[in-house]
T-cell receptor, first 114, second 115 residues
Framework: AQTVTQSQPEMSVQEAETVTLSCTYD???????LFWYKQPPSRQMILVIR??????QNATENRFSVNFQKAAKSFSLKISDSQLGDTAMYFC???????????FGPGTSLSVIP | GAVVSQHPSWVICKSGTSVKIECRSL??????MFWYRQFPKQSLMLMAT?????????EQGVEKDKFLINHASLTLSTLTVTSAHPEDSSFYIC???????????FGPGTRLTVL
């Protein structure tokens, strides 16, 4: 069975600084999808970034980028130039195929300090 | 991105009553919808997966008779919490996607409080 682990329950970062959130997963699949979701206080789930395992290039979306290490089964999220609006829970997630369910990690609570 | 709505956003009910939560895909046809439960400061726990026109597939430990899921159309799925009790109080989130999508789109959630 697939599992997703986030070893940092809580993190904080100064505004405008850079922070990296860790995620590891376990699977025997070769092709799959990885996601980072943001859940702000409103509790609306927002997709931050997506990575397809067959793509070697790390995904980037503006201030958000990932470091995808397939062999190590690691998928970290880097947030550059942190903003107050980045304060939220961040969930790492795994999906085996586009027809499958998504498995979420336990989450990391990120606080951006002014 | 695609939009998913949930109704109601907040509901309070008495113990022993049933509550229905609706999940709608507004601008796409959702062949698959998912229902999650989330306790405070915890992750999303998948309750069940529903495919349009088929019976829902429930995750281990989720009571089928208590959490009734119907996905009768490509834009609507409902979750009915039957004979609700205080321990059913939680935040319920639905998500939806169609076959061509590699991501799912989330509704804003429904906060259920059972007195």
């Amino acid at each position: 069975a697939q599992t997703v682990t986030q070893s940092q329950p809580e993190m904080s970062v100064q505004e405008a600084e850079t922070v990296t959130l860790s995620c590891t997963y376990d699977t025997s699949e070769n092709n799959y999808y990885l996601f980072w979701y943001k859940q702000p206080p409103s509790r609306q789930m927002i997709l931050v970034i997506r990575q397809e395992a067959y793509k070697q290039q790390n995904a980037t979306e503006n201030r958000f980028s990932v470091n995808f290490q397939k062999a190590a089964k690691s998928f970290s999220l880097k947030i550059s130039d942190s903003q107050l609006g980045d304060t939220a829970m961040y969930f790492c997630a795994f999906m085996r195929t586009s027809y499958d369910k998504v498995i979420f990690g336990p989450g990391t609570s990120l606080s951006v300090i002014p | 991105g695609a939009v998913v709505s949930q109704h109601p956003s907040w509901v309070i009910c008495k113990s022993g009553t049933s509550v229905k939560i609706e999940c709608r895909s507004l601008d796409f046809q959702a062949t698959t919808m998912f229902w999650y439960r989330q306790f405070p400061k915890q992750s999303l726990m998948l309750m069940a997966t529903s495919n349009e026109g088929s019976k829902a597939t429930y995750e281990q430990g989720v009571e089928k008779d208590k959490f009734l899921i119907n996905h009768a159309s490509l834009t609507l799925s409902t979750l009915t919490v039957t004979s609700a009790h205080p321990e059913d109080s939680s935040f319920y989130i639905c998500s939806a996607r169609d076959r061509s999508m590699s991501e799912q789109f989330f509704g804003p959630g429904t906060r259920l409080t059972v007195l």
